[in-house]
Every structure is written in C-alpha cells, then in structure tokens.
C-alpha cells in the first residue's frame, strides 16, 4: 500500500458525506468466501429492498449471477469504485482493499471479514508491512484468535468482532450438491482434501519444498485403485493461490479436482461441498477451525511439517495442540484414515470438540445476522 496514496484518499474520504442506505462488497479479483457469503445472505433476506447493494470486483471476476438484481450495483470500473466507497457508509471486504485502502470517517464502517483463523504465520509475523487503521472491525472466531490477530495484524481489542465466518452458515446446509458435481453411483463415503498453496507464482512465493502434500505422480494410481475398491470419492480442492499440478488434472475413477471455477459455473458455494462431505484431510489451512462445527473426522497431511516451521512457521508455538485428528505423513496413512471413515471408527470426536471451544466461540447459523445486527443493518 502506498501510504501517500492512501492519506490523499483519506482525506478525500473524510470530506464526503456517507449514505447510510448504502452497502458495499469489495472483492477484489475473486469474489468467494466471506464476501460472496454475506452478499448471498443481504439478497436472499431481502436487504436489498431497504439499501443500494454495490459489489465491486476486478472486471476478470465472474458475477453473472448477480446480475439483473434489484438494488444491486457491480462495478468494474477503479475511478467508480472509489467514487462509491467515499459515498457508502457500510464497505465489507475480505482480502485488503488494494489501492482503495483508506481510513474510515467517523460514521463509516469498513469491516474486514477476513478469510479464515490463521494457523500459518501471516502479517507481521512474517515481515509484512501492517496498517489495522484502515479497518473499522476485524472479525475473529474467538478471543484465541483475537490475541493472535492482535499479535499478526496489530489490531486493537476495540476493533476484534468476535463472530464467525459468514461462510460457515453455509456448513449447516443441507443440500445434496454432490449429486449435482458428479455422476459417480455406489459411493460409500465423500472425502474433502483441502490443502493449502505451498508454491504460488501469483504470490511469488514458496512455502514448502514439495509441491502438493502425500500424493504424487507415482502415487495417485495406486491411491485411485484404493479409494475405487473402497466405494470413496475424494474430492481435491486445491487452493486458489497454488500453482498448477499437472499429474492432477489427469482423469481418475474416484479421484476429482474441482476448482474454484468449477464450483461457480454450477452455481454451488465450497462450504455447501464440506457440508456433504463424510470428512476432511487438510494440512494447515484455516478450513479445519469451521469444520470443527460439524465434528466429523478431520486428518492432518503433515508430511513436511518440519520444512514449513522454518519457512512460513506458524502464529503458535505448538500448533500440532490444536490440531484434533489423525497426523499422516504417507499414503499408507492416508489409506488407514480412509479405511476408518468408511468403518465410522473416530478416536477424535472428543477432542475435536474441546479444541472447536476454543477456536470458535459461535456455532449456530447465524454468522451473517449477528454481523449485520453488530453493523446496525436492518432489513426491517
């Protein structure tokens, strides 16, 4: 962020009188997770009615669907964007505002909703340069993770909302969106991995030696042989950020990548997917904290978990303590969890829930409500 570009903005934005029927959604160059939640949720109880809904996103972000909406604005356009972000009283956002980053006025609102519980080390723990100014709230699981986000992002107990991810109102759905994905008859169990990027040319950056955890070319045939035998799908979500593979884009009977993309020219969200999902394998991403809501077995893929402690390291010194499941570091391991989830055998449940106590301090369905109840948005 350019701090001379970032006062001139602020200046400019104290100057101007805010609307309080006004609501913005700022998603950057992907519109997914907490930001995409709370819009579907402002639509669907029919806020819209009541305010002027804009969603700002790069002109490469696919919105279709929320086109030909009532009260609802998209802009691609930068000029316009920040001519709407100096009008509106309520802005949400999910991954920093870019070169929008401003202060907030006095009346004004700008919520970071964030995108999930660090586990990985982030902010200034890895030498970025922070301004928590700019946010008017930051929103934390818990007051564990508050401390945490006060220690990354130098954010004050004033500014920590402690609420839940928008998304994870979505965990308690009960759609059968898998049917809807895939055409796969006689599957027994649905498993979810969901690792986090280890390289990313996007980011330019390399957090782990190898490029994809347990699974490799050499491999995944065997893996697929397996999971086929057993009646199990994996699903593999790769993260948004993380470079592509090429071994796993090849076709598999039991094996199937989906992608962000995939999922959207469906018209289903990700966190409907983990809702049908038997359980989940992940390494150190922030999707295991909502998962904990639905306490179903959880394995932790932590084949290189000593090279990502000197690399990225990690926000706590012992994060295997909050990590409540099978720890694999082979495909044998991997099998041998499978071959649990298909035998219901779970040595986990209970610690599970002592560890989704204090991580996540709400659990119902009612993350986007409780927000816009704290924001003092009615649609009433």
């Known amino acids: 962020m350019n701090k001379h570009f970032c006062f001139l903005l602020s200046t400019i934005n104290g100057l101007i009188p805010k609307s309080n029927k006004r609501i913005a959604i700022y998603g950057r160059r992907m519109l997914n997770d907490n930001s995409e939640a709370l819009l579907d949720y402002l639509i669907s109880k029919q806020y819209n009615n009541r305010y002027k ?19 609802v604005t998209i802009c691609t356009n930068s000029i316009i964007t920040l001519w709407i972000l100096f009008r509106t009283k309520y802005v949400f956002h999910t991954h920093g505002m870019s070169i929008c980053t401003m202060i907030p006025k006095r009346e004004q609102i700008i919520f970071n909703l964030w ?37 990354c992002f130098g954010y004050t107990q004033r500014q920590l909302f402690i609420g839940s991810n928008p998304r994870n109102d979505l965990l308690f759905s009960n759609k059968n969106v898998i049917k809807n994905i895939f055409s796969l008859n006689h599957i027994c169990k649905v498993v979810i991995f969901m690792p986090t990027f280890r390289k990313s040319s996007y980011l330019a950056r390399t957090d782990a030696e ?27 979500k790769p993260h948004p950020y993380q470079d592509g593979i090429d071994y ?133």
């Open 115 to 151: 995108h999930g519980s660090p586990l990985k080390a982030i902010g200034k723990m890895i030498g970025d340069s922070i301004h928590p100014y700019t946010d008017s709230y930051f929103l934390s699981s818990s007051p564990f993770f508050a401390s945490i986000n006060e220690k």
């Open 210 to 236: 190898c490029d994809f955890p347990i699974i490799t070319k050499n491999n995944i045939g065997d893996l697929d042989d397996f999971l086929y035998d057993n009646n199990v799908l994996l699903i593999i």
């Open 248 to 380: 796993l884009l090849e076709p598999y009977k039991n094996i199937k990548i989906i992608f962000n993309e995939d999922l959207r020219t469906v018209n289903i969200k990700l966190y409907e997917l983990l809702a049908c999902s038997d359980a989940l394998i992940t390494d150190f991403s922030s999707v295991y904290f909502d998962y904990l809501l639905l306490n179903r077995p959880i394995a932790f893929a932590i084949d290189n978990f000593d090279s990502y402690s000197q690399s990225r390291g990690y926000t706590i010194a012992n994060p295997l303590d909050i990590m409540p499941g099978e720890k694999i570091f082979d495909l044998n391991g991997m099998q041998n969890f499978i071959e649990n989830v298909v035998l219901g055998k779970d040595d986990f449940s209970i610690e599970r829930s002592k560890v989704n106590n204090i991580v996540n301090t709400h659990c119902m369905d009612d993350s986007c409500r409780r927000i816009l109840d704290f924001c003092m948005i009615k649609n009433e």
């Open 53 to 71: 809904i804009f969603l700002l996103v790069h002109r490469s972000v696919r919105i279709d669907n929320y086109r030909k909406r009532d009260n």
